[in-house]
């Protein structure tokens, strides 16, 4: 089974809104568990977990690492070290996507409001219906379970098709867009999938789906019932037949790794089209120059993966092929961050350098223009940011900008020789004021530049040489000293 990179479907992580628009939460203090919270932050996350025996139970964790749990005269608690018989849960879906819970083991249903939650209901009424909010990072690769092929804008770019090996490409990237209760597909172009197959400008009731979940995958009904699935021998994605969920209409979202292009001295592309070598020498932009970052979660080296799917490895005499089908030692490289641009260094412990034929070598002691690359991001035209305490946001009253908000905007990312300029949603720029604050209103772009250090995560740098970081107050700054937790985010 294909599968982007290193990674497998993502873990479901979500929210669970009751009737009255509350959150379920799980306090640490005495492990009580309540619905009062009105938006989603890190305590009313709850990951899915399922049965190894059976699928069809489901268990909830909490931020805390424990589990809900219910006892047999409907008491709730959010305390379970691991899953005993009161964790076991049946998700019984209804008609407008939203769930009830049942206890396996006393078959009455969870609900209630504030902090009156109980699991004592014999049947489902309002109070034990909930709504399911993704908690992942908007922004993955979507995966076809049937089709094993991943969706992507199509060459025509009138359709989104489902027949990609690999989700490689800016074309692969699919954006979540939530809206009460509901999610839309959106393309690259900032487009939305209709459940007719067709790519609209603008969200309209046959855009939205309601979210299903079916033995772990996920499907996608639309307003009339019906599910989405690929179809015909591109596998066009709109709305089929089926008003139940098979095989055909399952999907799972998969991490979309940065996919990066570099450009050597020489201002030729680095490129895998002449065979094994890597060499700069290259004048178009096209799947053999683009290469997929993974970075390693110990080590925090990187690998770059090839669209062939082999990965860059040092081999005899400092030469740079790629030629290694797995990770390994030489398939890791440590990145230098140079402002607008980057330096590698291989494992035996020497700068990658661009010699005069365009071959990329490890052979250099020290860095000079022959060890710097332009490295340039293409596969997010729009950046989505979450940090620690959640989604970077306009602020509703002035030009400043929220890092603690569990709703998102989405800002357009330009590229600029090395430098990155973010763009708002009404045209204006991000700066930096003087008093330090990342402000959304410039009229001229500001450099920024893009480090990916972990796993997952990036540091956004000033033309100042400060970091971007969440400040306590939930303000969006530029003088962090160090990339730290308040300063990566995920993108």
């Not at 569990?406 to 973010?422: Q, R």
Request: overall charge negative.
């Amino acid at each position: 089974m294909p599968t982007n990179g290193s990674d497998k479907a993502l873990k479901l992580q979500f929210g669970l809104i009751n009737h009255e628009s509350r959150y379920l939460t799980a306090e640490a203090f005495g492990f009580k568990v309540n619905a009062s919270a009105s938006s989603m932050k890190k305590k009313q996350i709850w990951m899915l977990e399922q049965d190894d025996q059976d699928p069809q139970v489901v268990f909830l964790r909490s931020h805390l690492g424990r589990y809900l749990s219910s006892d047999k005269d409907g008491k709730i608690t959010g305390g379970a070290e691991k899953p005993d018989s009161g964790c076991r849960f049946f998700i019984v879906p209804q008609s407008d996507g939203r769930w009830a819970l049942q206890s396996e083991s006393y078959l009455r249903y969870f609900g209630g409001s504030a902090d009156y939650l109980s699991c004592f209901a014999q049947v489902i009424g309002e109070p034990e219906l909930w709504a399911v909010h993704l908690a992942l990072h908007p922004q993955a690769s979507l995966l076809s379970i049937a089709r094993k092929r991943y969706a992507h804008l199509s060459a025509s770019e009138e359709e989104m098709s489902v027949d990609s090996d690999i989700p490689w490409g800016v074309d692969s990237l699919v954006t979540l867009v939530y809206v009460e209760g509901k999610y839309s597909l959106k393309t690259c172009d900032s487009r939305f999938l209709n459940n007719d197959g067709k790519l609209l400008k603008e969200n309209l009731q046959t855009t939205c789906f309601t979210l299903g979940l079916k033995a772990g995958k996920l499907a996608f009904k639309d307003c009339d019932g019906k599910y989405l699935t690929p179809i015909g021998p591109t596998g066009t994605l709109r709305s089929g037949r089926c008003s139940k969920p098979g095989k055909d209409e399952l999907f799972d979202l998969e991490e979309s790794h940065p996919q990066v292009v570099f450009q050597a001295a020489n201002k030729r592309f680095v490129s895998v089209k002449q065979g094994l070598s890597i060499s700069a020498n290259q004048d178009v932009e096209t799947d053999m120059e683009t290469f997929q970052m993974e970075i390693d979660p110990e080590s925090k080296k990187t690998m770059f993966r090839t669209n062939g799917g082999s990965y860059w490895t040092l081999v005899t005499h400092g030469e740079i092929q790629s030629t290694a089908t797995e990770v390994q030692h030489d398939t890791k490289f440590d990145i230098e961050w140079r402002g607008p641009r980057v330096v590698l260094k291989a494992s035996n412990g020497k700068y990658v350098c661009t010699k005069k034929n365009g071959h990329l070598s490890a052979v250099s002691d020290s860095v000079g223009d022959d060890e710097l690359f332009l490295m340039k991001l293409i596969n997010r035209p729009m950046l989505i940011l979450r940090g620690e305490s959640g989604f970077v946001c306009h602020h509703k009253t002035s030009n400043t900008l929220d890092s603690n908000r569990s709703v998102y905007d989405i800002f357009t990312l330009l590229f600029s020789d090395g430098a990155y300029h973010i763009q708002s949603v009404g045209g204006r720029f991000w700066y930096v004021s003087p008093g330090g604050a990342v402000c959304s209103d410039g009229e001229r772009p500001e450099d920024f530049y893009l480090e990916f250090l972990e796993h997952g995560r990036m540091a956004i740098k000033t033309a100042a040489g400060g970091y971007v970081r969440g400040d306590q107050g939930g303000i969006l700054t530029g003088d962090g000293s160090a990339p730290d937790a308040t300063s990566l985010w995920e993108y």
